[in-house]
């Protein structure tokens, strides 16, 4: 090996972390030449889990590294969500349902542009399920410029505006820090994948957990979704539960439209929020009597 292709893998080292992966557009415009790159996985400096991805080896990429590269390494406007992110929270009611079955549970990534084709085939010992981040709160900011809301109207200590104004958080996992979704915007994430990706006794479950929910932000976040259906079903499973915090939402600011839902077959529409929910889920057999608007 020459001195200076020394330096280069030296260089490498440096700047692409144990754990984190790297694509070949990433390598290429940091002037390391597909020739080099097999160069150094024939040498066993790097190694390539799937086409054109690579990291250096003893590790074997984890979700946690791969997302942590994707959104800092690689620039990517991505995060986890959803019952993922409820995960990260420590609401973990929903993943009983998955240990049931034996499988793994499954990661939600939430982007707001395609990830690389590779995300879906890199083994990390689960799936990466991708989904589009603006899909139903596509009037959240998703510019660093544009940064309207205040650390007081969302009542946190948390302190980058671009993270308070999307209702994302940071947490750390593993050594890794990743960006994820608030509690609040993960339950919504989760109600926007009912009922064909995410059932309807996992939500609950995961709805039941919530006791701490800001109502600062429940709020914010129910006057910006762009989703009929995801805000009916969030006050359905919030009335299910009857945490303290959802006494101090104020429904009349919430745009429920009108007309009604068919979400399942062969089930019972619930006449409150005007949506058909599974037979089991008929509040008329909960025992109690929904609330007054």
Request: aromatic residues 8%; proline residues 5%.
């Amino acid at each position: 090996m020459t001195i200076q292709t020394d330096s280069k893998l030296n260089q490498l080292l440096r700047i692409l972390p144990e754990g984190m992966v790297a694509d070949a557009r990433w390598l290429q415009g940091r002037g390391y030449s597909r020739s080099l790159r097999k160069q150094y996985v024939d040498g066993g400096w790097l190694e390539s889990p799937c086409r054109g991805v690579f990291h250096r080896p003893g590790t074997k990429p984890s979700w946690q590294g791969v997302l942590t590269s994707l959104q800092q390494l690689l620039k990517y406007p991505v995060s986890t969500g959803g019952s993922t992110a409820l995960q990260l929270g420590g609401y973990s009611h929903y993943r009983r349902l998955h240990e049931f079955t034996g499988q793994a549970v499954p990661v939600h990534l939430y982007a707001d542009q395609k990830l690389p084709g590779w995300a879906k085939k890199i083994d990390v010992g689960t799936t990466l399920v991708q989904h589009n981040r603006q899909r139903f709160l596509n009037s959240l900011s998703s510019d660093p410029s544009q940064r309207s809301e205040t650390k007081e109207q969302f009542a946190t200590d948390e302190s980058d505006p671009f993270l308070q104004a999307n209702a994302l958080r940071e947490y750390s996992q593993d050594g890794y820090s990743l960006i994820a979704s608030t509690p609040e915007r993960a339950i919504l994430e989760m109600l926007d994948e009912l009922p064909k990706d995410e059932s309807f006794h996992a939500v609950d479950m995961a709805m039941e957990s919530l006791v701490d929910l800001s109502p600062i932000r429940v709020q914010a976040l129910l006057e910006r979704a762009t989703s009929i259906k995801v805000k009916r079903l969030f006050f359905f499973f919030a009335d299910r539960h009857r945490h303290a915090w959802l006494s101090r939402i104020d429904r009349h600011r919430v745009d429920l439209g009108s007309g009604k839902r068919m979400l399942v077959k062969d089930g019972v529409l619930d006449t409150t929020y005007g949506i058909t929910v599974p037979r089991d889920f008929d509040r008329t057999n909960k025992g109690h009597s929904p609330p007054k608007h």
